[in-house]
């Protein structure tokens, strides 16, 4: 089974930048189509961004053009920049292995002045 680790979030304040990262191990990453969601309190988990195997991308409407999913096969890792914050951002971030359906524990984003 694939494992994910997720790491980057924080306080941010709006308008501000972070970087989340998330490795994986116990696949051939390079193979695995990847996915980062996102789940604010009282919601249901959302789609925040995609990323396939020839590095193709696919983003939520709310994100587009502030937010930047990429990969590095070599270190196994994708990673999510996220510009232009807001504090509707905040949320509990987590990283997706299409191929295997696991999760990562998450990692928490928040917004605030």
């Known amino acids: 089974q694939v494992q994910l680790v997720e790491s980057g979030g924080g306080l941010v304040q709006p308008g501000g930048s972070l970087r989340l990262s998330c490795a994986a191990s116990?696949?051939?990453?390079?193979?695995?189509?990847m996915g980062w969601y996102r789940r604010s309190p009282g919601k249901q988990r959302e789609f925040v961004a995609s990323i396939s195997t020839r590095g193709s991308t696919n983003y939520a409407h709310s994100v587009k053009g502030r937010f930047t999913i990429s990969r590095d096969n070599t270190k196994n890792t994708v990673y999510l920049q996220m510009n232009s914050l807001k504090p509707e951002d905040t949320a509990a971030y987590y990283c997706?292995?299409?191929?295997?359906?696991?999760w990562g524990q998450g990692t928490q984003v928040t917004v605030s002045s």
């Open positions: 116990g696949s051939i990453f390079s193979a695995d189509a």
């Open positions: 997706r292995s299409y191929n295997d359906n696991s």
